[in-house]
C-alpha cells in the first residue's frame, strides 16, 4: 500500500515560486509502469490535472500551467517535486498528489496539502 508524505509552504505571495514534495513509501516511484501526478482543487471548485512524471521520468503538464510548471523527482529519496512559478491569488488550492495507470486515472492519492497565495 502506497503511503504519502506530502510537504508545501501553506502560505506564499502572489509572484512568489511554490515548491511541493511529495515523499512516497511502499512503492517506487521509478520502476513498474505508473504516473506520478499532482493535482489540485481551489475552493468550492473541482479537481484540476497539473501534470505527471511518469515511471521512465516523461513530464507532461496541463496547457494552461505548462509554462510555470516544473515537475522533477528524486529516485534515491522516493520522492517527487512540483514547483510553480510567478503564483497568482488563483493558485489558492489544495495540492495532491497521486498514482495511476494512465495519465488521469488514479489508484492512490495523497492527503493533500493547503496552499494559500495571499499578500
Known amino acids: 500500500q502506497v503511503q504519502w508524505q506530502e510537504s508545501g509552504p501553506g502560505l506564499v505571495k502572489p509572484s512568489q515560486t511554490v515548491s511541493l514534495t511529495c515523499a512516497v513509501s511502499g512503492a517506487f516511484i521509478a520502476t513498474g509502469y505508473y504516473y506520478w501526478s499532482w493535482i489540485r482543487q481551489p475552493p468550492g471548485r473541482g479537481l484540476e490535472w497539473i501534470g505527471y512524471i511518469h515511471v521512465n521520468g516523461h513530464t507532461r503538464h496541463n496547457p494552461s500551467l505548462k509554462s510555470r510548471t516544473s515537475n522533477s523527482r528524486d529516485p534515491s529519496n522516493n520522492q517527487f517535486t512540483l514547483q510553480l512559478s510567478s503564483v497568482p491569488p488563483e493558485d489558492t488550492a489544495v495540492y495532491y498528489c497521486?498514482?495511476?495507470?494512465?495519465?488521469?486515472?488514479?489508484?492512490?492519492w495523497g492527503q493533500g496539502t493547503k496552499v494559500t497565495v495571499s499578500s
Open positions: 497521486a498514482r495511476g495507470p494512465r495519465m488521469t486515472q488514479y489508484n492512490s
